[in-house]
């Protein structure tokens, strides 16, 4: 491949280190390898898998943090300064059908086809961490943290991912990005959540609540809760010499959380004015993908359209009842896209080159880059 095949900064290295293990290297040990893990059977968890994590790492949102303005990772547009939607559709000015979102999707499509294990393409989340556990996976291009617990398991749990002491045999590194994203950019997802409680939940059970919210929040229970599910929620955890002393353990997740470059792992912004609503779309777009039914651009076109169609709805209830406190969606008129797309920012023109050189890092010198931040 010309270049070291250390820890993948861009989609391109990722794409050589798929193949390399899956067609160069092919079995180790008498055991048959893949390149690449990942999910795609028909059903919700593969629209997070989308709108979580997919287009954002492609790149093909816009700058800011903790999700891109005007455009976010949805690919639905929002002016600066203003809390109404205006579209997902290139042609309203956002970029859920853009060349980059159909980029991002045409290469899961093919990584999935062409470097995972047999079977992926009809597992569900949950199916694919216990394929993960095996160890015949060389590299997963996303990590949710909550696989960190089950990564860690003894081998006398069937893990077969740390050695006989326990030590892990992986690394945990940032997200490699495609070729639409610039720096600025969220570049993956994670859950960084609240508290809600309802006006109509009643007074004794919303004070109930409140104490239970302070209590899993607590620092006398964060540091025991941490290492238990290694989901953080306070800094001081992350920064307990606790954690100091197992992050050998924990493959980097501490390294990682102790690093200001967390930040760029953003959960869903306020561009997406309802998520129930809108999330359902993309797991039945993606899943007809996944299944040869339509080709990435052909989904795309009709996740988008479906967006605007129920931010429509959601508009016309606004104006009408109020719904949304004046924050609902006021669609853009439809234009030709590509006016929008010749426009700096998202929607992004297509590339005359997708895969740029690939670009890797020593994992030791990433480490100690985030310890010098």
Request: aromatic content about 12%.
């Amino acid at each position: 491949y010309g270049y070291d095949l250390g820890v993948p900064v861009n989609w391109s290295a990722y794409e050589d280190i798929a193949e390399f293990f899956s067609k160069d290297v092919k079995e180790i040990d008498g055991v048959q390898i893949y390149g690449h893990m990942d999910y795609g059977k028909r059903a919700p968890d593969l629209g997070w898998r989308m709108t979580d994590a997919w287009l954002s790492m492609a790149g093909a949102g816009d700058k800011g943090e903790p999700n891109g303005i005007p455009v976010d990772e949805w690919g639905i547009r929002m002016e600066a300064g203003t809390c109404n939607p205006v579209g997902a559709s290139v042609s309203r000015g956002g970029a859920a059908n853009g060349p980059a979102a159909v980029y991002a999707i045409r290469k899961w499509d093919e990584w999935l086809r062409n470097y995972a294990p047999p079977g992926a393409a009809s597992f569900d989340f949950y199916q694919s961490l216990p394929a993960l556990s095996q160890g015949n996976v060389a590299q997963q291009i996303f990590w949710y943290t909550a696989f960190t617990a089950d990564m860690v398991k003894p081998q006398s749990e069937g893990n077969n991912t740390v050695d006989a002491e326990g030590n892990p045999l992986w690394r945990m590194a940032p997200s490699p990005h495609g070729p639409y994203w610039e720096e600025g950019q969220k570049v993956g997802y994670q859950d960084v959540g609240s508290w809600t409680i309802l006006k109509s939940t009643p007074e004794d059970r919303a004070k109930a609540a409140w104490l239970y919210a302070q209590f899993v929040v607590s620092k006398t229970v964060d540091v025991k809760k941490s290492h238990v599910g290694l989901t953080f929620i306070r800094d001081s955890s992350v920064n307990h010499e606790s954690f100091t002393e197992r992050a050998p353990k924990l493959g980097g997740l501490v390294e990682f959380y102790r690093s200001p470059d967390r930040v760029a792992w953003s959960p869903t912004g306020v561009n997406v004015p309802d998520y129930p609503k809108l999330a359902q779309i993309w797991w039945q777009q993606i899943g007809d993908v996944n299944s040869g039914a339509f080709t990435p651009q052909e989904a795309m076109d009709r996740l988008a359209e479906e967006m605007d169609i129920v931010m429509a709805r959601m508009q016309q209830a606004d104006e009408r009842a109020n719904v949304y406190g004046g924050c609902g969606p006021r669609l853009n008129e439809e234009s030709d896209p590509q006016e929008w797309l010749s426009k700096p920012g998202a929607p992004k023109a297509k590339l005359d080159n997708e895969k740029p050189q690939g670009q890797t890092v020593n994992y030791e010198e990433l480490v100690a880059r985030w310890a010098k931040k």
